[in-house]
């Protein structure tokens, strides 16, 4: 499954998410445009590396991305899922709670990771943390989602706690799996990230006040 759009309207401006997102797309421009041998060092630079920690990783390494179907996935999660939880959150208290999202997943990561020399790059903990607080706030909205049914592809409406929670669950047994298979040399996916991100974002959003939304109407 793989949502394109909430049916959930937004009524007031989102600025955080639209610039987050063309912060990433503008980083991710100058990565392309780097050498192949600058490109690896500026991710190496910038990513987060649990065995050799920098702490300005844990927010550096949340606007990097390692190619385009990466960077497209998480631009369109975040669109999907940003715009509602900004809209009820407002700006500031939006953008807060994303990088402390983002933070905790790495943490998660690192926690799990401790030893690992592989660098990790990519919004999608932050962007797990905004699933996890859609999750909570907009259970009941619906999601035109993508469906894969063998060589068929077609949307369909789903309850957003239909999308998410499958989504959840993909990430336990991904990240369970990766356990046996995720050598300390080798890439992956920062499964535990992921999960981690969702929890926390759960968590966190119920400790940041949500404002009422309100419908303006042009008179004709």
Same mark, same amino acid.
């Given at each position: ?16 998410? %639209?610039?987050? %997102?063309?912060?990433n ?6 990565q ?10 500026f991710?190496t630079?910038?990513? $987060?590396?649990?065995?050799r920690?920098? &702490?300005?990783?844990?927010?550096? *390494?949340?606007f ?5 179907m990466? %960077? /497209? ?5 975040l ?8 809209? /009820?959150m407002? *700006?500031?208290? =939006?953008?807060v =709670?994303y990088? $402390?999202? #983002? /933070?905790?997943?790495?943490l ?16 999608? #903990? ?5 699933m #996890? ?6 259970p ?5 989602t ?11 409406e789903?309850?957003a706690?239909? !999308? $998410? ?10 990240? !369970?799996g990766?356990?046996t298979?995720?050598?300390?040399a ?6 535990f990230?992921h999960? #981690?991100?969702?929890i !926390? ?9 949500t404002?009422?939304?309100f419908? &303006?109407?042009?008179?004709?």
């Amino acid at each position: 499954m793989f949502p394109l759009r909430s049916t959930e309207r937004v009524v007031n401006a989102t600025p955080v998410t %639209i610039l987050v %997102i063309l912060i990433n797309t503008v980083v991710f421009l100058y990565q392309n445009l780097l050498s192949p041998g600058a490109h690896d060092e500026f991710l190496t630079r910038y990513a $987060l590396v649990p065995d050799r920690l920098q &702490y300005s990783a844990l927010i550096t *390494s949340m606007f990097l991305h390692g190619g385009w179907m990466h %960077i /497209i996935g998480n631009m369109l999660f975040l669109w999907v899922f940003g715009r509602n939880l900004e809209d /009820i959150m407002g *700006s500031v208290r =939006f953008f807060v =709670f994303y990088m $402390l999202c #983002g /933070i905790a997943a790495g943490l998660t990561h690192i926690a799990l990771n401790a030893y690992s020399p592989v660098p990790t790059i990519g919004a999608s #903990g932050a962007i797990a943390g905004v699933m #996890g607080a859609y999750l909570v706030k907009f259970p009941g909205a619906r999601i035109v989602t993508l469906i894969f049914i063998v060589f068929f592809v077609t949307t369909v409406e789903l309850p957003a706690a239909v !999308v $998410l929670i499958y989504w959840f669950v993909l990430q336990i047994f991904s990240g !369970v799996g990766s356990i046996t298979t995720t050598s300390y040399a080798s890439g992956g996916t920062a499964w535990f990230a992921h999960i #981690g991100g969702f929890i !926390v974002g759960m968590l966190l959003v119920r400790r940041f006040q949500t404002r009422r939304r309100f419908a &303006y109407h042009n008179w004709e």
